[in-house]
């Protein structure tokens, strides 16, 4: 099925390939929460690829338009031009809830629509409903990125084409976010453990494009964090202590010792970690 048009991808929800829910709670590895749910919400690599493909020849044409993250003293929605005339447009999360639903629900851009997906993809959240099938974010997931999207240079005027290139990479290629429960994202979304694992998923799933996304993103890989499958990811919808909410790796039986001071902090200790859990007491 191909998509030819960036202001209708409703009709490409298949009822072969449905946006599975976040779950409400979860307790266990890493690993686990990946095979058993976060997995549900990726692109197939065949799909990714082809889009790969047609975003570079894109990206090599003449006089490209850029979606690019807003920053201060721009509007999303609005066309900016860098200062060897670069074009970008800024945009909020939009283009890659758009484009994932898209690619999802077995949509595919030919090189020769890409210009015009890209001219006519939503720019600002509030549009996506109208143009899409249905996203992560219905389904209760919220997107996250492996690098980051800004940098902290606001100075758009004096930005370049590799600038403005990175920007858009980082912005809407698949392979830079991954889908985590809106519950406590703000504790996932960005720690460098849970980065590091989506990215080491996506370098084994997405083995045939990531060499070349980290270039056109301007990006070092990460490097491969030890056992990072047994981390522990853990959350509940129902309102809890912020210090229950904690990412930690789970001692080995055989090696831990656990003790409890009079002050109700826990030590559980093992050959090479040590976490300090405080218990919380209701009076």
């Known amino acids: ?13 298949s009822s072969a390939n449905q946006l599975a829910p976040s779950p409400s709670r979860f307790d266990g590895t890493l690993e686990s929460f990946f095979t058993n749910h976060a997995a549900r919400t990726l692109i197939e690599p065949g799909v990714l690829e ?23 003293g721009t509007v999303r929605g609005c066309d900016y031009k860098a200062c060897d005339g670069s074009r970008f447009r800024a945009t909020d999360n939009a283009p890659a809830w758009w484009l994932h639903a898209a690619l ?20 600002h959240m509030f549009e996506v409903a109208k143009m899409c099938a249905p996203t992560a974010s219905a389904a209760g997931w919220h997107v996250a990125h ?26 809407i290629h698949p392979c830079n976010y991954f889908f985590i429960p809106k519950t406590d994202w703000q504790t996932w979304g960005g720690d460098p453990r849970v980065l590091a694992f989506f990215a080491k998923k996506y370098r084994e799933r997405y ?6 996304f980290l270039r056109f993103a301007d990006a070092e890989d990460f490097d ?23 990412l930690r790796r ?32 209701v009076t």
């Open 207 to 212: 083995a045939s494009v990531w060499t070349h």
């Open 1 to 13: 099925m191909l998509l030819r048009i960036a202001a209708d991808a409703k009709r490409l929800v």
């Open 50 to 72: 082809r889009f790969h493909r047609a975003f570079a020849s894109y990206l090599d044409s003449t006089d490209p338009l850029a979606l690019v993250r807003a920053v201060r």
């Open 224 to 246: 491969d964090l030890e056992s990072s499958e047994e981390w522990t990811y853990s959350y509940s919808q129902e309102e809890r202590p912020e210090a229950e909410a904690s």
């Open 104 to 123: 999802f629900h077995g949509g595919e851009i030919e090189a020769s629509s890409f210009r015009a997906v890209i001219e006519t993809m939503p720019t």
């Open 146 to 171: 492996i690098f980051p999207v800004k940098d902290g240079n606001t100075d758009f005027a004096r930005w370049d084409t590799a600038d403005i290139t990175r920007r858009f990479v980082r912005n």
């Open 250 to 281: 789970q001692p080995s039986p055989r090696n831990r010792r656990v003790s409890e001071s009079s002050d109700g902090v826990v030590e559980y200790s093992a050959t090479r970690l040590l976490f300090k859990r405080v218990r919380l007491r």
